[in-house]
Antibody
Framework: EVQLVESGGGLAQPGRSLRLSCVASGFNFDDHAMHWVRQAPGKGLEWVSGISWTGGQTGYVNSVRGRFTISRDNSKNALYLQMNSLTTEDTALYYC?????????????WGQGTLVTVSS | QSALTQPASVSGSPGQPITISCTGTSSDVGNFNLVSWYQQHPGRAPKLIISEVTKRSSGVSHRFSGSKSGNTASLTISGLQADDEADYYCCSYVGGRTFVVFGGGTQLTVI
């Protein structure tokens, strides 16, 4: 069974940093690209970032490019999102998600999410 | 990269069919056969129901089907059931530096 468990969310002040983690199990982690997708309270889904199976390709939504960094450690079956210079607009539930393929194209499985609240 | 355009809400009666549209551009929906659809019930994580425009995920009812024409993709649910009431999101691969974009979501109400 595919499992994705996120952690690292919490309350942060504007301008501060947080690092999200996601531990995967139930599948060959290094055979799949991975994603972070967020959902602000009462709002729709927003793709945030994705990384290919080797980590060689990464992509970001324009609003986080230059502030967020996605990475992975295939030896630990782990995905990360380093979030710097947080703003109140980054408040959301952050989902870790798996791609069907090795390249970043299509999310299939989702974790349960970790909540990030940015507030002074 | 702008979000894909979906109707904010649709409704239908049990047993009736409904279609949800997802309009993009020639740079995303129109350029790749990598449109997917997700169902999200309140308080739950999204669930993949359709990938690559028409492929139903394992375990998903045959009542769900996907299609695409030009820059618009569509999700059709035949024979609406009460449990179909949920939010539905389309998604497309866009390439470039932003790989993926979602639609704004459609709230389906089964009357």
């Amino acid at each position: 069974e595919v499992q994705l468990v996120e952690s690292g969310g919490g309350l942060a002040q504007p301008g501060r940093s947080l690092r999200l983690s996601c531990v995967a199990s139930g599948f060959n982690f290094d055979d799949h690209a991975m994603h972070w997708v967020r959902q602000a309270p009462g709002k729709g889904l927003e793709w945030v970032s994705g990384i290919s199976w080797t980590g060689g390709q990464t992509g970001y939504v324009n609003s986080v490019r230059g502030r967020f960094t996605i990475s992975r450690d295939n030896s630990k079956n782990a995905l990360y999102l380093q979030m710097n210079s947080l703003t109140t607009e980054d408040t959301a539930l952050y989902y870790c998600a798996r791609d069907i393929f090795r390249s970043v194209t299509t999310v299939d499985y989702w974790g349960q999410g970790t909540l990030v609240t940015v507030s002074s | 990269q702008s979000a894909l355009t979906q109707p904010a809400s649709v409704s239908g009666s049990p047993g009736q069919p409904i279609t949800i549209s997802c309009t993009g551009t020639s740079s995303d929906v129109g350029n790749f056969n990598l449109v997917s659809w997700y169902q999200q019930h309140p308080g739950r994580a999204p669930k993949l129901i359709i990938s690559e425009v028409t492929k139903r995920s394992s375990g998903v009812s045959h009542r769900f089907s996907g299609s695409k024409s030009g820059n618009t993709a569509s999700l059709t649910i035949s024979g609406l059931q009460a449990d179909d009431e949920a939010d539905y999101y389309c998604c497309s691969y866009v390439g470039g530096r932003t790989f993926v974009v979602f639609g704004g979501g459609t709230q389906l109400t089964v009357i």
